[in-house]
Structure formats: C-alpha cells, structure tokens
C-alpha cells in the first residue's frame, strides 16, 4: 500500500514503548497478573481484547481473559479486586452501552484500573494533580487512549522540548466522551494548549485555569487549529475536509471510522489514522506503574517508564 509522505505510523511508537515495558519486566523479574473483561459481541471489542492479550503476553504480562455476562461481571470485578494476585485489570466496553457503564468503571480498585478511566483518576486529571500520593513517588496514572494521543504528539512539531510541551498550540478535538474527548481535552489544556472541544452542541473553547468555556464554530476552530483529533465512532459525522484545514494541520484519527476526508489527509502536515496499538501500548506502561508502585511483594517501587 502506497502511503503518503506526511503518514506517520502508530505502530512504530507502540512497539518502542513495548519494547520498554519487556525489558523492564525482564530486568526486575516482575510477575505481573492482568485480568480482562470481556461482556460484549460486538467484533471490534472482541479484536480490541484478543490484541491486549496477544501484547501483554508479547511482553511478559500474564493476561487472563474473564467472558462475563451483563449480571455477574460487577461481582467478578469485586472479586478481582479482592484478589491479591491480581495486579490490574481491564474491561472491554460496553458493558451495557448506556450511563451504566460509568457504574462499572468504578467498580475497578483504583490501583487496579489500568486504563485509568475511574472517577478516582479522572477527579485528579481534571484538578490537574500530578501526583497519587503526598511526597510525589507515584504519579497519576492517565487514561490509554488519550495518553496514546499525546504521546503520538510527542513525536510531532506541535509538542515543544521547553516550558509547557503544548503551549502556544491550538488544538481542535471533536469528541466530547467521558473516555476520550473530555479527558484528552483537559490532558492537552493542563500541558498549555487553547483547546476547541467539539460534541453533538457544538463547540466550546478550553484553557488551563479557565473558569469557564467559550463557544465556537467548526468553521473557526479549524482555522486556527495547529492539531486536529478526532475520534467520532459514526459515519453521520460530516468529515473534515481540506479547504477546512491548515495547511500545516497535524490530524489524528481516533475512531475506528475514517473522520477526515481523502483530500484532507493528503493537505494536512502530518496524517496519523489510527492510534489503537499505541492505546494497548499504554495499557502494558499503565499496569506496569500500578504493579510497581502498589502491588510489590516487597514494597512500593517507581516504575522508570
């Protein structure tokens, strides 16, 4: 497949932070336990699952896959919790596909949750708190999927190597989800980027420190974006099209549905369609910190990644 000179490949990154995690494991001779959740039939989640267990084992992380049904899977995670042999776990959603599933992500013990989507580590990304504990050992674990996004951004010129690694960047998000859009929105605003954060109402403006959000248009937003990202799981969104763009825009497709149009993808400055490998690439550096900082036979340690 032929791929443009302004593609740059997410599977590139994901195997360089793998290859980080299998060394790290290796050398301290961990024996970390990672449990999966999977209650879903939807394919796309059944490919997500069989992609983590197939890394976590690439790596060294012992991965148990649990099919659970909508009824049981809150006790099965309880138990998980409980279980001291167990040192993270992960759930495949949807569960139920509604505002249940907010119920389910905190069923997971926080130092536990190795996609970092509870209410415990979603309260200090939005406080901006950088630190789990008091003497700044530990730091918060981050959501995969937008941690994927900025990591992917690491790699680009939108990210500066002095002050805050976003300021001065205007950056354009469409999705507004509990999951991708808000946190990665606040992860991009805490590290100085103006962001323009877009969902079904339209669009709002966010700023570090703001105390509240501005409205915008599309039109607008996308005019001044140096950094576009989307992640809208249907084909009703009406795709990002080039004369919309900068023509040095860094564009990040999220969803697992194309959100920017052929012309888009060819003008923009950098193209990056996909960051799935990179998100599972984040779950193995996630469970990693969690096993090191909480779950040591022998004590507390600091994960180096």
């Given amino acids: 497949m032929f791929l443009p000179m302004n593609f740059l490949n997410p599977d590139i990154l994901a195997s360089f932070h793998r290859d980080d995690v299998r060394a790290h494991i290796r050398q301290k001779g961990h024996i970390l336990n990672v449990t999966g959740f999977l209650v879903s039939d939807d394919p796309a989640c059944g490919t997500y699952a069989e992609y983590t267990r197939s890394s976590c084992e690439s790596v060294g992380v012992r991965f148990k896959m649990v099919t659970a049904t909508q009824a049981d899977v809150a006790r099965l995670i309880q138990a998980a919790n409980a279980d001291a042999g167990v040192h993270g776990i992960i759930v495949y959603y949807p569960v139920f596909g509604d505002s ?63 002050g805050l690694p976003f300021g001065g960047q205007t950056v354009s998000i469409f999705n507004r989800s509990d999951v991708v859009g808000k946190p990665l929105a606040h992860m991009l605003a805490n590290d100085g980027a103006l962001v323009y954060s877009f969902d079904l109402s339209g669009g709002v403006a966010i700023e570090k420190d703001a105390k509240s959000a501005n409205p915008i248009s599309r039109a607008q937003a996308l005019k001044e974006s140096g950094v576009v990202i989307t992640a809208v799981p249907t084909r009703n969104f009406e795709k990002i099209r080039a004369d919309e763009l900068r023509a040095d825009a860094v564009c990040i497709n999220v969803a697992s549905i194309q959100n920017f149009e052929e012309d888009a993808k060819a003008k923009a400055g950098l193209y990056i369609p996909r960051v799935g490998p990179v998100t599972v690439a984040m779950c193995l550096r996630n469970a990693l910190r969690l096993y090191e900082d909480h779950h040591l036979p022998t004590g507390p340690g600091h994960a180096a990644l």
């Fill in 100 to 162: 249940r599933d907010a119920g389910i992500k905190d069923q997971v013990a926080p130092h536990k949750d190795v996609e970092g989507l509870s209410a415990y580590w979603m309260r200090k990304l939005y406080a901006n708190e950088r630190f789990d504990d008091p003497l700044h050992l530990h730091k918060c674990l981050l959501p995969c999927t937008p941690l994927a996004v900025l990591k992917l951004l690491e790699e680009t010129e939108a990210h500066s190597e002095t």
